[in-house]
């Protein structure tokens, strides 16, 4: 068995049983193909009642849905298309290590899929795992055949173990040097480079560079700079949202008070910080909203040209003041910050200055959140409840 590939989009199932079953190379066309199929098939059943019991919902509602290229194919799908096809349709499952046959007895001979959880591609015959598509078989006779089902598991089992490899697999972008191959971080690392005069290029150097993904298995060493966050004996990662209760945002301990003035939030009050000298009957609506959403529609609709000029230099010192009042403040949050004990805390955010973006399992960026946060932690530890003042 020869696993092909068909694209990675919510249309996977149609093209693969298309290229199985009728040798169609995955398209547009084929997917609209098939998916009208799928409606004209449910509006014309005669019992649609018994139908949508199968579909999940009612028929008129599910030949509108199928048409949505964004909407996924199953078991429905694989059902009517072996009707269609006149063909058994085998699905190689990875999560169960079996294959399930559907509309058996159909005299059109069988095709194989694998089904990876998220993924369909075609499954062929060759005389080679090297087959050339003029080679191949795309229909298989109906007949058992041992071999073709262990080939096939064989497929999945190494689908498993290449998913579970790149799972541990870290990515990072770089910038690679046209000239002398170096590896930079950021356009400025290579306009810096650029500009060395002790880096050696030749006459003809004109400035060409171009973005690599740097590929680290399991085991080696990260560059500098960058933190593993699925170490989790070393971090402890949380992410910018209600559901964590050391983000700003998080609306589920009492309300926080800092300088004698209650917010709803941290968020509310890290944004009010912004605007109480300079803007103060917009710092006022902004501690009055009921929800995160509303407050940071106000501060970033209304509020854009009347922050305080020097909120670059002092918005680290605000983030501090308000955190240590959070956290001294409700003993639930004060136990929960010390049980983390010494390990890095690492606020997963896009925000650069805030957190740290994890694109391809590798966190680079400034993470102050979590620095403050650390700062906070250590002060408890040590019996330290002074809180600075704005």
Same mark, same amino acid.
């Given at each position: 068995? #020869? *696993?092909?590939?068909?694209?990675?989009?919510?249309?996977?199932?149609?093209?693969?049983?298309? $290229?199985?079953?009728?040798?169609?190379?995955?398209?547009?066309?084929?997917?609209?193909?098939?998916?009208?199929?799928? *409606?004209?098939?449910?509006?014309?059943?005669?019992?649609?009642?018994?139908?949508?019991?199968?579909?999940?919902?009612?028929?008129?509602?599910?030949?509108?849905?199928?048409?949505?290229?964004?909407?996924?194919?199953?078991?429905?799908? #694989?059902?009517?298309?072996?009707?269609?096809?006149?063909?058994? #349709?085998?699905?190689?499952?990875?999560?169960?290590?079996?294959?399930?046959?559907?509309?058996?007895?159909?005299?059109? %001979?069988?095709? $194989?899929?694998?089904?990876? %959880?998220?993924?369909?591609?075609?499954?062929?015959?060759?005389?080679?795992?090297?087959?050339?598509?003029?080679?191949?078989?795309?229909?298989?006779?109906?007949?058992? !055949?041992?071999?073709?089902? &262990?080939?096939?598991? &064989?497929?999945?089992?190494? =689908?498993?173990?290449? &998913?579970?490899?790149?799972? /541990?697999?870290?990515?990072?972008?770089?910038?690679?040097?046209?000239?002398?191959?170096?590896?930079?971080?950021? !356009?400025?690392?290579?306009?810096?480079?650029?500009?060395?005069?002790?880096?050696?290029?030749?006459?003809?150097?004109?400035?060409?560079?171009?973005?690599?993904?740097?590929? $680290?298995?399991?085991?080696?060493?990260?560059?500098?700079?960058?933190?593993?966050?699925?170490?989790?004996?070393?971090? $402890?990662?949380?992410?910018?949202?209600?559901?964590?209760?050391?983000?700003?945002?998080?609306? %589920?301990?009492?309300?926080?008070?800092?300088?004698?003035?209650?917010?709803?939030?941290?968020?509310?009050?890290?944004?009010?910080?912004?605007?109480?000298?300079?803007?103060?009957?917009?710092?006022?609506?902004? *501690?009055?909203?009921?929800?995160?959403?509303?407050?940071?529609?106000?501060?970033?609709?209304?509020?854009?040209?009347?922050?305080?000029?020097?909120?670059?230099?002092?918005?680290?010192?605000?983030?501090?003041?308000?955190?240590? &009042?959070?956290? =001294?403040?409700?003993?639930?949050?004060?136990?929960?910050?010390?049980?983390?004990?010494?390990?890095?805390?690492? !606020?997963?955010?896009?925000?650069?200055?805030?957190?740290?973006?994890?694109?391809?399992? #590798?966190?680079?960026?400034?993470?102050?959140? %979590? /620095?403050?946060?650390?700062?906070?932690?250590?002060?408890?530890?040590?019996?330290?409840?002074?809180?600075?003042?704005?």
């Amino acid at each position: 068995m #020869i *696993r092909r590939t068909v694209p990675n989009d919510n249309s996977c199932l149609f093209y693969a049983i298309a $290229y199985c079953a009728e040798g169609a190379e995955a398209s547009r066309s084929v997917e609209q193909r098939l998916r009208g199929l799928m *409606r004209d098939n449910v509006l014309s059943d005669p019992d649609p009642e018994t139908r949508a019991l199968f579909l999940g919902k009612p028929v008129a509602e599910y030949a509108e849905w199928i048409m949505n290229p964004h909407h996924w194919g199953g078991e429905p799908e #694989i059902v009517a298309l072996s009707d269609h096809y006149k063909v058994e #349709i085998a699905v190689v499952s990875c999560e169960m290590m079996s294959t399930i046959v559907y509309g058996e007895g159909a005299s059109g %001979g069988r095709i $194989y899929i694998l089904y990876t %959880g998220s993924h369909y591609d075609p499954l062929v015959s060759g005389a080679s795992p090297d087959a050339m598509p003029s080679e191949e078989r795309k229909i298989q006779p109906s007949e058992p !055949n041992g071999e073709l089902e &262990a080939s096939a598991l &064989a497929i999945a089992k190494k =689908q498993i173990e290449d &998913a579970a490899k790149k799972a /541990k697999q870290k990515r990072v972008k770089k910038i690679k040097c046209g000239g002398c191959g170096a590896l930079l971080d950021t !356009n400025e690392a290579f306009q810096a480079h650029c500009m060395d005069e002790t880096v050696m290029h030749d006459d003809d150097f004109s400035f060409d560079c171009t973005e690599i993904e740097v590929v $680290y298995e399991d085991g080696d060493a990260l560059p500098e700079g960058s933190i593993d966050l699925s170490d989790e004996t070393k971090v $402890y990662a949380f992410y910018n949202s209600q559901s964590y209760p050391f983000s700003n945002v998080y609306m %589920g301990s009492c309300p926080v008070e800092v300088d004698s003035q209650k917010y709803p939030s941290a968020e509310h009050a890290w944004q009010c910080c912004k605007f109480i000298e300079a803007a103060p009957a917009l710092a006022k609506r902004i *501690r009055e909203t009921e929800t995160v959403d509303a407050a940071h529609l106000i501060s970033h609709s209304e509020g854009m040209d009347q922050i305080r000029e020097d909120w670059d230099i002092v918005k680290y010192d605000m983030l501090l003041k308000i955190l240590r &009042a959070k956290f =001294q403040q409700s003993t639930v949050l004060k136990e929960q910050l010390l049980a983390t004990g010494t390990r890095l805390l690492v !606020n997963v955010d896009i925000d650069k200055w805030a957190g740290m973006s994890a694109a391809g399992g #590798i966190a680079t960026g400034a993470n102050n959140m %979590g /620095k403050a946060l650390m700062k906070v932690r250590e002060e408890l530890s040590s019996g330290d409840t002074t809180i600075a003042q704005i």
